[in-house]
């Protein structure tokens, strides 16, 4: 059996078990080891955070002092923590999943200080020193609940909630950004969420968002395609997929759609496609065959939008 099936059985197994999450990530500490802050990990999320921040002081006025809000916070807040060294003012980070931590959020800032003692860090973002030392003087705070209290007090909110039911307030988002987050949620909670983000972007508020569109088994296993999760009809993939990480298999064209329904203009577009070969070779179901091979190609994209005046 290959290693994505035996992966996507267990998954699918800890999916159904009480406390889905807590024991995934149990498991990724103690059996799999993939808790940790790599340097590939680490430098995805500075090439995020440069694009995020490039075309919102592109398309803004603002320099400082704005709001951002982050769908997906995951377990290391590393674009958040560089927005505030960026100039922003209020962060919000919202996810369902309980997976941050006081203790993380301090490996995160020890990582982000010795990036900027490499001098690595200031070739992605304007860093502001004074801010820097702030968060270094949150080290030494060894209760839990101080450090969170210290951590908020500096403009972070990180939110455990559904975005579609937040209490944020109305008109007050000026950068809302995503990184490979917007794959994993259902198509039909992705169209509440256009209304809610409506909601909460001001009228020049500007989003910015990472989608990776591969199938995510194969960052696993290398022995598939990149497309392999293509070959599978809607019934089967049901029966593969799990709410660990999900997988809703849309396509560029659904992302281009779901903006443009809910009146959003696309003002940057960056693809990168998968190798045409393998997707030449691949049997694709029939659930993808009204897609073109140009737009089934697409593997990933950065996609700026706003809304239409």
């Not at 801010?131 to 007090?153: G, M, P, W, Y």
């Not at 987050?181 to 001001?202: C, G, R, V």
């Amino acid at each position: 059996m290959k290693k994505w099936m035996l992966k996507a059985a267990a998954q699918k197994f800890i999916s159904l078990l009480p406390f889905t999450q807590q024991t995934n990530q149990l498991l990724q500490k103690y059996v799999t080891k993939r808790t940790s802050i790599t340097d590939v990990f680490f430098t995805d999320k500075l090439i995020h955070v440069q694009k995020h921040l490039q075309y919102f002081f592109k398309y803004s006025n603002l320099k400082n002092e704005f709001t951002t809000l982050e769908l997906g916070t995951g377990r290391y807040p590393i674009i958040p923590i560089c927005m505030y060294l960026s100039g922003a003012n209020k962060i919000y980070s919202v996810d369902i999943n309980d997976m941050t931590s006081a203790d993380k959020i301090k490996q995160t800032i020890i990582r982000i200080n010795k990036s900027y003692e490499d001098g690595v860090l200031q070739q992605y973002i304007t860093v502001d020193k004074s801010r820097l030392t702030k968060l270094n003087d949150l080290l030494v705070i060894d209760n839990e609940q101080q450090f969170n209290d210290a951590f908020h007090s500096l403009g972070f909110l990180f939110l455990l909630e559904d975005i579609n039911k937040s209490k944020i307030e109305m008109h007050s988002i000026d950068l809302l950004h995503s990184n490979n987050t917007f794959e994993h949620i259902a198509p039909n909670d992705l169209k509440h969420m256009m209304t809610t983000f409506k909601l909460l972007l001001k009228p020049s508020g500007l989003m910015s968002h990472f989608i990776d569109m591969t199938d995510h088994f194969s960052h696993f296993d290398k022995s598939i395609s990149v497309f392999n999760y293509l070959k599978y009809s809607p019934k089967k993939w049901q029966l593969i997929d799990n709410n660990i990480l999900p997988q809703n298999r849309l396509r560029i064209t659904d992302f281009r759609n779901l903006f443009e329904q809910n009146n959003f203009e696309v003002l940057i577009e960056e693809n990168n496609n998968g190798p045409i070969a393998e997707l030449q070779a691949m049997h694709i179901d029939t659930a993808f065959k009204h897609y073109t091979e140009k737009d089934l190609l697409v593997c990933h994209s950065y996609m700026v939008v706003r809304q239409k005046n």
